[in-house]
Structure formats: C-alpha cells, structure tokens
C-alpha cells in the first residue's frame, strides 16, 4: 500500500497528460467531425463519398492501428515521398528529421479517430431535428446553410451533448493504448512504477479508480443531463 | 400571379400529380379540397419549391420557378407558407420567430425587423406574447405565430396547408378569422383546408382534387351547390 501512495505523484502525472490528451483530442475531433457531418449531409456527392470514406475508414479500424499508422508509419511515407521528389523532380530537401513528436502523434490520432465518432453523433443529432424545421425555414426565404446556422444547429447541439460525453469517456479509456509509442499518460505512467516496484495489483487497481473516478462521474452527469433534455427542451 | 402548366410529380414510381393546370389570380384566394393523399400537399409544396417538379411550368408573378437561372430562395421570399404542424423554431421566442429571416435574409435591421414583428403579432392578436416560447403557446396561438411569420417577409402570396387539420376545435376560429382579414386585406391566397364554410364564405374559388388530378374547379356555389363531376359530389356526400 505504501508503494502506491508513494507513487501517487507519478500516476496523478499520468492521469494530467490523459486528460490534456483527451480534452484535445475531442476537442479537435468536435471541429473535425463538424466538418465531416456537414459534409455528409451536403448536396456535393464527392463531399459526401469523402466524409463517409473518412468515417468508414477510423471506425471500421482499430484505434492502436491507427496509433502505429499515424506515429511509425507517417514518418516513413513522408521520407519516401520526398525522396521520390528529389529524385524525380529535383526538389531541394525541405524536411531533414522525420520522426514525429510523439505527443502530435497521439493527438493526431485520436483527433482523427475520434472526429469519425463524432461525425457521427453530430450527424444523427442533425438529422433528429423535425424535417418540418428545415422546410420553414427554406420556406422563408433561407439557403440551406443559414437554415443550417441559425435553425438547425442551435437545436442539434442540446441533443449532442450526452452522446458527445459518452464519446469523451470512451476516449478517455482508449488513450491508454498510446502507452504502445511511450506516451508516458495514465497506465503507462502505471507500467513504468510496477516495472520498478513489482506492486502489480496494488498500482494497477489505483491506476483502474483513477479511470473510474472520472468516467463514472461524467457518466451520472452525463444521465442527469439526458433527464433534463427530456422532459421540456 | 401563379400559373401552373402541365404539373407532373412522381415520388419513385408513384405519380402524385398528374397535368395539374391552374391560375390564380392576383388577391384571389383558391381553395384547394379534396380526399387525403389526392396530392393536394404535394401540389402547394411545388407552388415553392419545397418538393422539386418532375416536369411542367410554375410561374410566379412573371418567374419560370424550373428555369435552372431562378433563384429559388429569392422566389421563396414571395411566397409565405403556413404548415399543418405550424414548424416554429422552438428555440425562438414568438418575437424572434418572426424577426429571423427579415434580419438574416433581407438585412433589415433589428428595430425595424422588431418593429413589424410587433406590428404583426397586434394584428394576429397576441401581442402579449411577443417574449413567448413556442411550447408556452397553445396550438391556435402557434399558428397565428406561424402565419406572422410568414407575413413579416411580405409575400406576395400565402400558400396554407390545412392550417387548422392539428388544433382542437375551439382553436379553429382564432385561425380562420385572422385569415379572413388578410383575404378581405387584398393577399392571394392558396388554401388546402378541409374547412367548408371558410371556403364558401372566403374562396374566390375551389379546387377539387382527387388521386393527383384537378377533378373540378369553380366558385364556391359551383362546386358546392352544384359539383358536376362524380367524384367531387361522391367527396362532398361524405364531408358536409
Ligand atoms: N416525400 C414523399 N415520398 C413518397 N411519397 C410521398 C411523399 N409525400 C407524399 N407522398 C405520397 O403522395 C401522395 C399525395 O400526398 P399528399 O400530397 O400529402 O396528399 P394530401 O395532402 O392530399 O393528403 C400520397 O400517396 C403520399 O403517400
Ligand atoms: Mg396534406
């Protein structure tokens, strides 16, 4: 027990550059996945085809893949591809270090891959506005984006807030994969004092509460905001 | 003022309105009747463009609504449609509802947006609600709302789809009678209503419709008093 109180300081670190990777992350990902609902929702088919492949494409994979992909793989494409330029074309060499930093790396990738999600969830809040919204306001005389702006959206973003939370507590939780390219956040932070203190149990069930703490209380407000919505929006 | 030519709309295969012809004319008010699912939504809906034409002429005062040039919102802007289900913004008081699209479309500025808005709420007779929100009020008082609205664009015509069909009964009345004084104020109107006595007392002229075509136009003492054609008196059998 002692050992765990003993490395609290370290896995309160851990957890600060969980919550810093997570805020941004859904953060980034709410504008990307605006973006990308709007997208999905426009009139141009080659906007919708590239938004759905986008969709596709991070929720139909897994988020550690695309951690790999974005922190080992993208350096090697960029590499390639400039010495293909070079080579080819005789371009000066513009980049000398690849490596990505592994802290943008992370947030990249959970950016992206949360902004798939959330794509999804603005997407389905969009579309549970009553149709007939839409047709008073074309009605009177709006294009379909101030329709958008000033009709939809405002009444779209109250329904979004609790699936919206649900996404920023499943971030959360997966932002433990990025232990695999040494982010040193929550559970890594936990890893690395179990490697010196061999207190696998004890530090692990902390590291666990620390997790549950956070996401249990975000949920219940998550549930009290749901009742709210309910009853008189 | 409108004219509709050889109106065509399918949904998939399902022909909704087949070689609708019509005019109306300037402050004329056309009432539209006919059995459920004849088309005759469908039809008012065209009138703006709310569903797209599968082929025909729209034109409104002088505008071929189809020619690919027009631009349909602006065309939307002279033509006020009023809803079965009313369609306010519930996130709008009823003051805003109406301000809305006079500031964002026409650029008019909030005192003088207001200041009409407040006109027309007096005239709808709910100028106590001006700071409402849209569930605060009951269904008659949303659709005084609604029509406000409308009006606060000035259109040149109002297109209605039984406005009435979703009040209770003793809200009916509030509604009819601020769109008689908007008929006796000169407005063209279209009217799908299931209202026979506004239509008598109010239509310039009737319009029956059946399974997507005009079956029988005339003044209100023609088609009621002595319908020819026998759908239209089988139609009139049941509802009167
Ligand atoms: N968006 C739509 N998609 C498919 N069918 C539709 C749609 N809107 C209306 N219809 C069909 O068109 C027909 C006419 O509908 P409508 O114009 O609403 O009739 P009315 O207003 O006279 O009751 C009905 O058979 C209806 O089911
Ligand atoms: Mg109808």
């Known amino acids: ?107 990249i990738a959970c950016s992206i891959n949360s902004g798939a999600y959330i794509a999804e969830i603005f997407r389905a ?20 984006g101030q329709a958008m702006r000033y009709i939809i959206l405002p009444q779209a973003v109250k329904r979004v807030i609790p699936p919206l939370g649900n996404e920023f507590i499943a971030m959360l939780k997966d932002t433990s994969l990025l232990s695999v390219i040494g982010i ?46 309910k009853t008189g929006d | 003022m409108i004219e509709v030519k050889n109106l065509y709309k399918n949904f998939g295969k399902l022909e909704v309105l087949k070689d609708v012809n019509c005019r109306v004319a300037l402050q004329e008010v056309v009432c539209v009747i006919g059995p459920s699912g004849s088309g005759k939504s469908t039809f008012l809906r065209c009138i703006n463009m709310l569903e797209q034409p599968t082929s025909g002429e729209i034109w409104i005062d002088g505008v071929n609504l189809l020619d690919k040039k027009t631009n349909i919102n602006s065309v939307r802007q002279d033509v006020g449609m009023v809803f079965q289900r009313f369609n306010l913004f519930p996130h ?19 005192e003088d947006a207001e200041k009409t808005a407040r006109d027309l709420l007096n005239k709808v007779g709910l100028s106590d ?20 609205r409308a009006l606060a664009m000035h259109p040149k015509v109002m297109l209605f789809d039984e406005p009435t069909s979703a009040l209770d009964p003793e809200m009916v009345g509030e509604v ?12 063209t109107m279209v009217v799908v209503t299931h209202e026979m006595g506004f239509a008598r007392e109010v239509g310039d002229r009737v319009i029956f419709m059946d399974e997507g075509r005009l079956v029988e136009e005339g003044t209100p003492d023609q088609v009621f008093g002595s319908p020819r054609n026998d759908r239209t008196k089988l139609f009139l059998s049941k509802i009167l």
């Not at chain 1, 973006?35 to 085809?49: C, D, H, N, T």
């Not at chain 1, 009553?130 to 709006?142: F, H, I, N, P, V």
Request: proline share 3%; net charge positive.
């Open chain 1, 1 to 107: 027990m002692d050992v765990a109180i003993q490395s609290l300081p370290l896995l309160f670190k851990g957890l600060e550059l969980t919550l810093i990777i997570t805020l941004g992350s859904v953060g980034i990902g709410c504008i990307i996945g605006m973006v990308a609902a709007l997208s999905r929702l426009s009139g141009k088919r080659w906007l919708r085809l590239l938004a759905t492949a986008y969709v596709d494409f991070f929720r139909g994979t897994p988020l550690l893949v695309q951690i790999l992909l974005v922190y080992y793989g993208i350096p090697v494409l960029l590499q390639d591809s400039q010495e293909f330029l070079m080579n080819t074309f005789g371009m000066p060499q513009l980049i000398h270090n690849y490596a990505m930093p592994r802290l943008i790396a992370a947030v």
């Open chain 1, 125 to 144: 809040g969009v579309q549970s506005i009553e149709k007939g919204q839409m047709e008073a306001a074309r009605s009177l005389g709006m294009t379909h």
């Open chain 1, 184 to 229: 040193i956040e929550l559970t890594k932070s936990g890893m690395l004092v179990v490697a010196r203190t061999y207190e696998a149990f004890a530090i692990y069930i902390t590291v666990a509460i620390f997790y549950l703490v956070i996401t249990f209380t975000l949920s219940r407000y998550i549930d009290y905001l749901e009742r709210r919505l």
């Open chain 2, 92 to 110: 709008k008081t009823a003051l805003e509802n109406i301000t809305l699209a006079p500031m964002k479309v026409k650029n008019l500025s909030r």
């Open chain 2, 129 to 148: 609600k001006t700071d409402v929100y849209p569930d605060q009020l009951s269904g008659g008082q949303q659709q005084r709302v609604a029509i406000a």
């Open chain 2, 176 to 187: 009819l009678s601020v769109m008689k004084d908007l008929a006796r104020e000169g407005m």
